[in-house]
């Protein structure tokens, strides 16, 4: 089988990767795939998405980031991903904002994507800071959150798994690379409209 490979490229060491087994000429609304970050030989899922709502969630993000003024609310002082943990287990009083219909930690404005694989969860971030760079950011969610702890041999308290978070991994995007980033999602959602256009006209 071929494939081929959209690749938002970090640095010489790390990059976001999404390996089609079709041609992006044939990608619709619902090909789903992951989006993988490749941390030198190493490689987590940041996304089990579709295609085209991981790359117009990106798109959405770099556009935002690239104003320079995306910067975290000021109630957020700790790590963002911190936080994130801290609010599903209720430890202190967060701000909260309406979205439509749903009331929730203002936060979550700043999430890019989530995924679950494996027994781990991780949860990518992008935001300004108070100077105006880009920062990408990867944190790892409580794993054990919404399981049975009779039936998980590998079960460690909240408390205790808290004591040792740290963000998996955090950086400052260039403008320049943020921009070629922007530039490749742009194309590639114009081409995949393209796509779905042709197959309801019939062309």
Known sequence: ???YEIKFVLDRLHALV???DIPIEEIGCCYRIP????????????SNN???SDLQTLNSFLMQTLGGDFVLHASIVDDIGYLYNEYYQNKSKYIE???????TWVGYKYQLWQAYYRKKRFVT??????N??????????YPFLFCNPAQEPNYIIYEEWIKKYKPYFIKIISREIAQQWLVKSSS????????????ETGQ
């Open 1 to 3: 089988m071929k494939y």
């Open 18 to 20: 999404i390996t089609l």
């Open 35 to 46: 989006v993988y970050m490749v941390d030198g030989k190493k490689k987590i899922i940041l």
């Open 50 to 52: 579709t295609v085209q």
């Open 97 to 103: 904002v309406q979205v439509g219909r749903v009331i």
């Open 125 to 130: 971030w992008m935001y300004n800071n108070v």
């Open 132 to 141: 105006g760079d880009i920062i990408f950011e990867i944190t790892p969610f």
């Open 188 to 199: 590639i959602l114009e081409q995949i409209d393209k796509n779905i256009v042709r197959w």
